[in-house]
């Protein structure tokens, strides 16, 4: 009885285990089943892709049926993944070292962009297992392809490379002796390469022939790196494991079932596909000419504003409005417009507000404007003889009316001319905002290098459209300048 009764605990004890690790194995995949990213990309219905879409066969833009897309086979990775959660995939560009920056701050959901995972970059993301594994290659001009048969013949001479990529550490690591310079799109690199500043460029075995077989003046050197197979994984935010596990799930699928090999061909096919320069990019270029002026038409507008405030404030009597003022003035002329676009679009992120590109460009250049327009006018009203104030206050009038009425109309002359040099120079300036993927001239031009493997000759017809924006400009200011020098004539005439 009393063995039958032990018995009995046993087996109930053993069943209590069984339960107990059934439940202990349960409890990750139940915890992994949601996370707050894959949560908030399932509330809004939409996943962000993060890419910079200047690396074919990987990612890139193409006309297709005479509408801009942006295709590869990253892309169509991102697309399926995007389907198997059950969202829509929403792309946002920028440059390729913004990456990571705005997949840390929210800006983007994932980043599928070639890129491979790093000890470095693990330290800020997670990474999905491989989806693909390529070797490194050495892109030289066809002249010189029998100079350059292994990594010493480098040595003394300039190799390229892109910037926080494999292939800058691969190129640092074994080409002893040349001297690597890194630069931050393919497009440049090749460019150099062409005008013969670069003696070879290292790029990965699929981007290198693409452009191998895009241009019959490069061929690929038979170098050959020790350490050269890298892996390309998706990169997603290090708090988000059910998101990374639902990514895994498709990689291991697609390439299972051959459907990553299918996008490779697809990607490759389209990539070669011929067709005319300004049929296929004259959209492009008259795309970034638009957002170019519509960025400078906003930037001249509330840049004048806030530099008239910041002027009067300048000068006023009060003390902390003359701080305020002067702090803002020396910030802003002080820093690179470069860091404060980048300042403003992932530092509003940090906040919580999710202001766009164009809006953080829009509000950058504003700012920034502001800063040297107010020094414009403030010296344009100093140039005011001090007695037109004196015999305008001594008429009665106040020192608003004096300023409104007397001193403003006069400055107008000296502040026009150095006001148009500054928005001239923002126009100009407003090409810096590409970095964050604002859709501007110099973006769409960069997007046309990549596309149509031609380096030079967008910087060309980009050269020449900054060239007649700046023109028409300079002609429009000298117009006013007339208008206003004849006005004043005639004022003086009446007298």
Sequence with gaps: MIKQKIGVLMVLGLLLLGSFSSLIDLQPTQAASTDPTLTAIKKRGYMVLGVSADYPPYEF????????????????????????????????EMGFDSLLGSLKTGKADMIVSAMT??????????????????????????????KYQSVMDFKGDKVGVQKQTTQETVAKDE????????LEKVTDLILNLQQKKFAGVVVEEPVAAAYVQSNS?????????????????VAVSKDAPAYLAAVNKTIRRVKKNGQFAEWRKEANAQMLTKQNFFQGYGSYFLKGTGITIILT?????????????????????????????????????????????????????????????????????????GAYVSEVIRSGIES??????????????????TMRLVVLPQAIKTILPA?????????????????????????????????SFKPFLPLVITSLIYFVLTLLLSLLLKYFEKKLHAKDSLNKANG
Excluded: W
């Design 175 to 182: 080409m002893a002796g040349a001297q690597i310079v890194s």
């Design 117 to 146: 995972p790093t000890p470095e970059r693990k330290k800020e993301v997670a990474f999905s297992d491989s989806y693909l594994t390529v070797g490194q290659s050495v892109i030289v001009r066809k002249d010189d392809v029998d």
């Design 419 to 451: 006001l148009g040099n500054e928005f001239i120079s923002l126009l100009k300036e407003s090409a810096i905002v590409s970095v964050i993927g604002v859709g501007e001239l110099m973006f769409q031009t960069s997007v046309v290098q990549g596309s």
């Design 384 to 401: 005011v003889a001090q007695g037109q104030s004196e015999a305008a206050r001594s008429l009665g009038l106040s020192q608003k009316q």
């Design 61 to 92: 833009h193409k006309t297709i049926n005479g509408e801009d897309k942006i295709v590869g086979f990253d892309i169509a990775l991102a697309r399926q993944i995007a389907k198997d959660i059950g969202v829509e995939l929403h792309i946002k």
């Design 217 to 233: 003046a490069l061929a690929l050197s038979k170098v050959k790196f020790t350490n050269s197979d890298y892996d390309c994984a």
């Design 297 to 369: 038409i906003i930037g001249v507008f509330f840049g004048s504003l806030l530099g008239t405030l910041l002027a009067l404030m300048k000068r006023a009597k009060n003390k902390i409005a003359k701080a305020i003022a002067i702090v803002y003035i020396q910030y802003f002329r002080g820093t690179p417009l470069l860091v404060q676009v980048f300042m403003i679009y992932f530092g509003t992120q940090i906040l919580h507000l999710n202001v766009s590109a164009f809006a953080s460009a829009a509000i950058a250049l504003s700012l920034n404007s």
